[in-house]
């Protein structure tokens, strides 16, 4: 549903209204009501707004033009109701920094394409939510100075919105979308640009995305000597997955540009996973039921499960006991990559897999219905940031305190790690599990980052040959990759683990990262909750557990009106936490339990808030607004949810490890 173009097809006009999404709630209420306010530069606009507040949740159980009715429902403020986006004749929205941070869905993008919008203008725009506009023919612009020209009524040249890209993207946004161009591209009739990239030092992402490098899409061929950052190119897939929030949306794509009986290719290498609602009907209140959002909600995993028998593909499904065989970021770090592989997955956290040292990176819906099709994803080689880790981490201190403390520093809150990848290094990286390695790249996307990744080593081969069998370690160790020692980073970072402290990130944004010394007295909690991809995994439960036992020996257990959660990432997760005994140990200290899913993270399961009223401290990754239900998400480390459950309030967890 690209814009219409002039005549002569060299620009377009915008003839409906501009929305300025203003933190001014007066203004932004006259402009829903039909006025129009004057341009004013200097108006504060809202900034970090995630994929979660344009389409929240519950939204997603939509995957067509429906969706236009519900777009931004969720943005904070509470002034977006049904219809109210689509129904104002609005041609473009404006807003600040980050837009679009957060999830991965195309939903977001979709709704506000499907509510009218022609045009997207921030100060910034998230990586993964460009693409996506792009992929489905929605122009976006960081340049403000297009605003009096629109307002002057001025064609406005697609120049502005293909100059300063890379020429694949260009070329998606002359056709009106990825599927138009693919269509030629499979066709022979448009080619990407050749690779001219001379002799250079590469990271460990460029090495891996010049050997994916696709060559020529008729033949297959593979492999460029070198890329450098900003080159432009598709890149072959070793593993393609999607869940169900995702798949039928992808799906419906999919049939639609390549014909009812297209079928996926390789398809020994797609995975589908039933993991996002499986804990739903426990927890959605009745007027989300009386919209018939329960029966949606269903339907996405029952039409999840007939594409996935229609092409052969492996589904991870429910499990006998309860919620998941696996959340899917889990299950690929078990199962399914390997180092020096390209992974792509329908979910931001898919970057998680990059601590076994393969490039993984979440997509949309349109990128992966054309990746299912013709098994590659386009890619503009991103810049890498590096960060030197180096001392121990101190007790009761963990990863996710480190990311907390990275996130808060000015060069991610001023969007600068927008599309970068995040490589970790040093010492302090090997002599960390691979576990808390799992959780430095799961959140470099909340970074705005495109991934994170490490240099795999012995930990890596520990762990994929204790999880896997017949995998030979000479053969893994051969597909390590290593950046070359002169590769070119855009920062450094030197980072002593030492002096990390226990951290919270205070509700709204994962990089509103404080000391917990510098919380104003004590803050009081109503929920505690241990889980997600992010804090569901086999180190996290040995987190958990200290802190626990520590209690229970104590005689103590969950203070009296707070409830906590543990949540395990997979049923081997939860094996594990069995065999350990660290069931006893949680139950002892009145914690309840849950299977795998990705529950309380999307709102969708048991530890998510009803009230706005109510805290949570959270292992969770993300902490927008509505992220996790209507109250406020404090971010945490395993350590201080569990020290925090105990104290009834959000304190470090030193007294009780003493």
Excluded at 145 to 157: A, K, Q, T, V, Y
Excluded at 191 to 209: H, Q, S
Excluded at 236 to 265: K, W
Aim: charged letters at 20%.
């Amino acid at each position: 549903m690209p814009p219409e173009l002039s005549a002569n097809e060299t620009g377009i006009r915008f003839t409906g209204r501009i929305l300025y999404l203003t933190e001014d709630a007066d203004l932004l209420r006259q402009q829903l009501a039909g006025t129009d306010i004057p341009y004013d530069p200097e108006r504060k606009l809202i900034d970090n707004i995630s994929t979660d507040e344009i389409t929240p949740g519950w939204v997603c159980f939509y995957y067509d033009e429906t969706l236009g009715r519900f777009s931004l429902v969720g943005l904070r403020g509470g002034l977006f109701g049904r219809d109210t986006l689509k129904s104002g004749g609005f041609d473009v929205i404006v807003s600040g920094q980050s837009k679009g941070c957060g999830s991965s869905r195309e939903t977001a993008p979709y709704s506000e394409l499907t509510a009218g919008i022609k045009l997207v203008i921030a100060r910034s725009i998230e990586k993964i939510y460009g693409q996506n506009s792009t992929n489905i023919g929605l122009l976006t612009s960081t340049n403000f100075d297009l605003i009096p020209r629109i307002l002057r009524g001025e064609s406005i040249p697609m120049t502005e919105f293909t100059d300063g890209v890379d020429p694949i993207s260009a070329d998606i946004i002359r056709a009106g979308g990825l599927f138009e161009y693919n269509k030629l591209r499979l066709r022979g009739e448009v080619t990407p640009p050749a690779l001219e990239t001379g002799a250079r030092p590469m990271t460990i992402v460029e090495k891996i995305i010049a050997a994916h490098a696709i060559v020529d899409a008729k033949t297959g061929r593979l492999g460029v000597p070198f890329v450098k950052p900003g080159d432009a190119l598709f890149v072959r897939t070793d593993v393609r997955f999607s869940h169900e929030y995702v798949t039928p949306m992808a799906d419906s794509l999919f049939r639609a540009g390549f014909g009812e009986d297209a079928a996926v290719q390789e398809p020994e290498s797609v995975f589908t996973f039933r993991d996002h609602l499986t804990f739903l009907a426990d927890v959605m209140p009745e007027d989300k039921r009386k919209l018939g959002l329960l029966d949606n909600a269903n339907g996405l995993a029952t039409t999840q499960k007939a594409f996935a028998e229609r092409h052969q593909l492996r589904l991870y499904g429910e499990n006998e006991r309860g919620g998941s065989e696996a959340i899917c970021h889990n299950a690929v770090m078990e199962d399914l990559a390997l180092p020096g592989q390209v992974v792509a997955g329908t979910d931001s956290h898919t970057c998680m897999a990059g601590a076994l040292g393969c490039f993984a990176f979440g997509v949309g819906s349109t990128d992966m219905a054309n990746a299912w099709f013709t098994r590659d994803v386009r890619v503009h080689v991103p810049e890498t940031v590096r960060f030197v880790l180096g001392g121990h981490m101190k007790p009761g201190v963990a990863a996710k305190d480190v990311m907390l403390h990275l996130l808060a520093q000015p060069f991610f809150r001023t969007s600068k790690g927008i599309g970068r990848v995040l490589e970790f290094a040093g010492a302090g990286v090997r002599s960390m599990p691979l576990d808390e390695r799992a959780t430095l790249t799961n959140m470099a996307v909340e970074a705005g980052g495109f991934t994170g990744i490490l240099e795999a080593d012995d930990v890596v081969l520990d762990y994929l040959t204790s999880m896997r069998t017949g995998l030979d370690r000479a053969a893994l160790a051969s597909k390590f990759v290593k950046g070359d020692a002169n590769a070119e980073y855009l920062e450094t970072f030197h980072v002593d683990l030492g002096d990390v402290v226990p951290m919270v990130a205070t509700p709204g944004d994962p990089r509103n990262g404080v000391s917990i010394a510098q919380l104003p007295g004590g803050v009081k909690i109503d929920i505690a909750y241990g889980g997600s991809c992010t804090g569901g995994k086999r180190a996290d439960m040995d987190m958990y557990a200290v802190v626990l036992e520590a209690a229970v020996a104590k005689g103590l257990r969950v203070a009296p009106g707070v409830t906590a959660f543990i949540q395990f990432g997979s049923q081997a997760i939860r094996q594990y936490a069995e065999k350990k005994g660290y069931v006893e140990i949680f139950e002892a200290a009145g914690v309840e339990l849950i299977n795998p899913s990705c529950g309380a993270c999307i709102n969708a399961g048991p530890g998510a808030s009803t009230a706005k009223e109510q805290i949570t401290v959270s292992a969770i990754n993300r902490n927008f607004p509505g992220r996790s239900g209507p109250g406020g998400v404090y971010l945490a480390s395993p350590f201080t949810v569990a020290a925090s459950a105990i104290a009834g309030r959000i304190v470090s967890p030193e007294a009780l490890l003493a």
